[in-house]
């Protein structure tokens, strides 16, 4: 005989359980969206900041953005072929992208490292924004590579199934799929967003 204090208890447990696997799953559904919607952010970002207001980056700034800029065509790309192995050649980029941030972080902000041979008229420890202490471009772009590496460490769990058809072959899904329209919208809100903010500010 089962306790009814037991079952009782594992029936109250049973809602918030399914709630927590329920946000689980969505996360990983939804893990390549935010992974897309995070470097188009960083990528129109950087390029409002030089092109649009005018600062010059630095050469770790390069750096960062030789790392960022590949993700924003690597990730929609990936989604569009419903690739379930997109992390295994996006996941590199933000991985070194994080260290090179975190260097340029504390290169800027504390005394540790020594400061390296950059450009003279733009040295590696500019410091162009200084938000609450803390939030400078590095730390931006920090934040922006740890949230596209956890997004696909996430994806790792619920990679994309490919459909296949009677005879084996891939489904071929008509072009204004729910998945082709969430990437188009995803990217052309954000680059809207940015050309009307350089419009404004320009």
């Known amino acids: 005989m089962s306790n009814p204090e037991i079952s009782a208890s594992a029936e109250a447990d049973a809602p918030e359980e399914q709630g927590g ?13 935010i992974a897309l919607l995070t470097a188009w952010v960083a990528t129109c970002g950087s390029l409002f900041f030089s092109e649009v207001l005018g600062w010059q980056p630095c050469l770790m700034c390069w750096y960062q953005r030789i790392l960022m800029y590949p993700l924003a065509i690597i990730l929609p790309v990936g989604i569009l072929r419903r690739d379930s192995k997109l992390h295994l ?3 590199p980029f933000p991985l070194i992208g994080m260290f090179v941030s975190l260097y340029h972080y504390l290169l800027i902000k504390t005394t540790i490292f020594p400061p390296p041979a950059c450009s003279v008229s733009v040295p590696c420890t500019v410091d162009y924004i200084d938000w609450f202490g803390f939030i400078n471009i590095p730390f931006m772009a920090l934040t922006a590579f740890i949230i596209i590496a956890a997004m696909m460490f996430i994806s790792m769990r619920q990679p994309f199934d490919e459909e296949l058809d009677e005879d084996g072959e891939p489904v071929q899904r008509p072009l204004l ?8 919208a995803i990217i052309g809100i954000v680059v809207l967003w940015f050309a009307v903010a350089g419009r404004i500010m320009g």
């Open 89 to 91: 050649y996006a996941l």
């Open 21 to 33: 696997s329920a946000f689980t799953s969505s996360l990983g559904l939804y893990s390549r969206y």
């Open 177 to 184: 799929s729910m998945e082709n329209i969430l990437v188009v």
